[in-house]
């Protein structure tokens, strides 16, 4: 703490001197958004169908693989460094054990062989958990309505391996399962693939914040209960920290903090503790928050997209995971 001292109180001091013109504040400014620091997740879908609206979340899709593939080229001409995959597996093959995880031909795999052909150039992240492919909806395997750790953490290794050998760039186990990043990473090793990253969703809070999510990859109708057993405490911190020294420890090259907005404290104390390359996911439920403020005119959408991203940036944030990724690159190519 900063003890108040005659200088701090001296009156002929005024702050607002640096805040006088807008060529003032650029000046001073401490932390800016760029294009750089943004990862694009996005949504695909089986079949034809190039786009399919996500009702709670205006302005984001589902995609066919052939119209991801326009998306990721679209994202390299905006100068976008990656995007983050997420599949709606149909519901004919989600089953109790998640097997279309492993299957080397899932949407996934297709859409990462698509869009490596496509854009070599651009960085693809995709999304470890068994969430997807469930029909309970739930990231693990599950024996008598408990989650089993060490059984999902060896289909885990599988996903991540079939995700690896179709392209991906960096493997983001969100599952929060107990030793995951160091059985991925020894499973990416075995198979050659000591190039592919990891960036563990270190401190992944079990939110109300998902729920648009869980609409766009149809798991908000399968799940079953919540998930509390493997997902973190909200009103933690100090467990985010264990967190994160175990991802480390065990190999991972990036942590992140999921929610965003409301986990800032997370962020900074991650960053400030590991100093790692350390992101933040503003999840589906706070791009939905923003949209429909926007819609009922309460809220200047651009505006409020510019803040929260350097909010991320002021906390410590090295790069943010957002549904305005394309929106905001559009503003900063803008504003150049
Ligand atoms: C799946 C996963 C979730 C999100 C990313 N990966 C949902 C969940 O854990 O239920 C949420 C992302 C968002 O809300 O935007 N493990």
Redesign the pocket.
């Known amino acids: 703490m900063r003890k108040l001292s005659a200088d701090t109180l001296d009156l002929t001091r005024r702050p607002r001197r640096n805040r006088k013109a807008e060529w003032a504040r650029r000046l001073v400014r401490e932390n800016r958004i760029t294009t750089d620091d943004l990862i694009w997740?996005i949504f695909i879908n089986e079949g034809d169908t190039p786009r399919e609206p996500i009702a709670s979340m205006p302005g984001v899709d589902r995609l066919s693989v052939a119209e991801a593939v326009k998306v990721a080229q679209e994202a390299v001409a905006l100068g976008i460094p990656a995007i983050a995959l997420?599949p709606n597996t149909p519901s004919h093959l989600r089953d109790e054990t998640g097997s279309e995880a492993m299957n080397p031909d899932n949407l996934t795999c297709r859409a990462l062989r698509a869009i490596k052909a496509a854009v070599p150039g651009l960085g693809l992240v995709t999304?470890v958990?068994l969430?997807?492919y469930t029909s309970h909806g739930h990231?693990g395997l599950i024996e008598d309505g408990r989650i089993l750790n060490d059984e999902t953490v060896a289909v885990l290794c599988k996903q991540a391996l079939v995700q690896a050998e179709a392209g991906a760039d960096i493997i983001a186990p969100?599952?929060m399962m107990d030793g995951r990043v160091g059985a991925i990473r020894a499973a990416l090793d075995d198979a050659g693939f000591q190039d592919v990253s990891i960036m563990a969703?270190s401190a992944?809070y079990a939110s109300a914040?998902?729920?648009?999510?869980?609409d766009a990859?149809g798991?908000s109708g399968t799940?079953s209960g919540d998930?509390k057993t493997y997902?973190m405490d909200y009103a933690n911190s100090d467990e985010a920290i264990i967190e994160a020294e175990l991802d480390i420890a065990e190999g991972a090259d990036m942590v992140m903090v999921?929610?965003g907005l409301p986990y800032l404290d997370i962020v900074h104390r991650l960053k400030s503790t590991f100093g790692v390359p350390t992101y933040a996911?503003q999840?589906?439920?706070e791009?939905a928050m923003l949209q429909a403020a926007s819609a009922a005119g309460m809220i200047d959408i651009e505006k409020a997209m510019v803040e929260t991203l350097t909010a991320f940036k002021r906390a410590g944030a090295d790069g943010i995971l957002t549904?305005f990724a394309p929106a905001m690159a559009r503003y900063l190519a803008k504003n150049a």
Do not use: C, E, I
């Open positions: 997740p997420f999304d958990a969430d997807p990231d969100s599952d969703y992944k914040y998902y729920g648009p999510f869980r990859v798991s799940l998930k997902q999921k929610p996911y999840v589906s439920g791009y549904y």
